[in-house]
C-alpha cells in the first residue's frame, strides 16, 4: 500500500469521509515530523485524534503539527500548532541525497517543491555562477551544488535563523567551496556586492519576486536566466499559464526589458481556490532596451 492511500485510509477512520476528503492530501513529512495542513474552516485542534493515529502507524513520526494557512511576517513563517508526540520543531530532512537541518517554526520550508529543486539543479550548467535571492535554509542552493557543477552559487536570506541552518546545512552537505551563504535583504546584497555576477538567478519568494525582479536583472552578467515564483489568481476562463505569462511580461516593460524568452511556465502547485504557485524560466538576452 502506497503512502498516499494509507493516509487516505487512516484519515477515514478517524474523522470520517467528509473530513477525510479535505485532510488526506494535506500530510506533509518534514524528517521525523508530520505536518498537516489545516483548511481554512478547522480548528487545528480538531486534527489531535488523526495525530495521535500517525504516530502508532508511521514509526519514524515522532511529532505531529498542525499548519495553520498562510504565512506570516517579513520572514514568510508559517505557523504551527502542537498536536502529538515530542513537542519538537526542530529535525533533519532529505531530498536527493542531500540533509538539510531545520526548523519549521523558524524557517520556511515546503516538500511540495522536491520535484523543483532537483529540476532547477539538472538546468545549470559547468561553471554558472547562480544567485539564489530567497535561500532559506539552503535547499535549491545545496541541491543544485550536490547535483550540478557550478562554479559558485551566492545564498542570500534576511532570516538570521535562516542564514544559521543554511550555514550548517552547508558543512552537513560538503560544499563550503561553492556555497557561500549571505545574510542580508536581497536587493541590498546584490546592489553592494553581486551586480553583474550571475549566470541564472533564483527568485522562491512569490510575494516578493515582481518587486525584485528589477535586483535580479542586476544580478546578471549581461545576459542569463531568471526563475520566476508567483502566485497567480485565475478567475473562471482564464489559465494561469497565461496569466503568468501576462504578470512577467507586463513587468519586464515596466523594467524597460526588451531582449527577453519565456522558455517555460510550470505549476508547481494549486495553494487556494483558483490560485496557483507557477514557476516562470526566463532568459534575458538584453536587461536594458
Request: glycine content about 8%.
Amino acid at each position: 500500500m502506497t503512502r498516499g492511500a494509507l493516509l487516505k485510509g487512516i484519515a477515514r477512520e478517524v474523522l470520517g469521509e467528509e473530513f477525510a476528503k479535505k485532510i488526506w492530501k494535506r500530510v506533509e513529512f518534514v524528517g521525523d515530523i508530520a505536518l498537516i495542513r489545516t483548511p481554512l474552516d478547522m480548528d487545528p485542534l480538531e486534527l489531535k485524534p488523526l495525530a495521535e493515529e500517525l504516530l502508532k502507524r508511521f514509526p519514524y513520526v515522532k511529532s505531529v503539527w498542525a499548519a495553520v494557512p498562510g504565512v506570516e511576517g517579513p520572514y514568510r513563517l508559517r505557523r504551527h500548532v502542537w498536536l502529538a508526540g515530542e513537542q519538537r520543531s526542530e529535525t533533519v530532512y532529505r531530498e536527493h541525497g542531500c540533509a538539510f537541518k531545520v526548523d519549521i517554526n523558524k524557517v520556511y520550508i515546503s516538500p511540495s517543491l522536491n520535484y523543483e529543486h532537483i529540476r532547477v539543479a539538472r538546468l545549470v550548467r559547468e561553471g554558472e555562477v547562480v544567485v539564489n535571492m530567497f535561500a532559506g535554509a539552503g535547499l535549491f542552493s545545496i541541491i543544485i551544488a550536490k547535483h550540478a557543477k557550478p562554479r559558485k552559487v551566492y545564498s542570500i536570506d534576511i532570516n538570521p535563523d535562516a542564514y544559521y541552518y543554511m550555514v550548517e546545512n552547508v558543512k552537513l552537505n560538503h560544499v563550503e567551496g561553492v556555497v557561500e551563504p549571505l545574510l542580508g535583504d536581497a536587493r541590498e546584497v546584490v546592489e553592494s556586492r553581486l551586480a553583474g555576477t550571475a549566470d541564472r538567478v533564483l527568485m522562491p519568494y512569490p510575494e516578493l519576486a515582481l518587486d525584485y525582479l528589477v535586483y535580479a536583472l542586476k544580478a546578471l552578467r549581461g545576459s542569463g536566466w531568471i526563475h520566476v515564483y508567483l502566485h497567480v489568481e485565475t478567475p473562471r476562463g482564464e489559465h494561469w499559464r497565461g496569466k503568468a505569462r501576462e504578470v512577467v511580461t507586463t513587468r519586464l516593460r515596466e523594467l524597460g526589458v526588451s531582449g527577453y524568452d519565456i522558455a517555460q511556465v510550470r505549476k508547481v502547485r494549486n495553494v487556494g481556490p483558483r490560485k496557483h504557485q507557477v514557476v516562470v524560466d526566463l532568459y534575458v538576452s538584453s536587461s536594458t532596451q
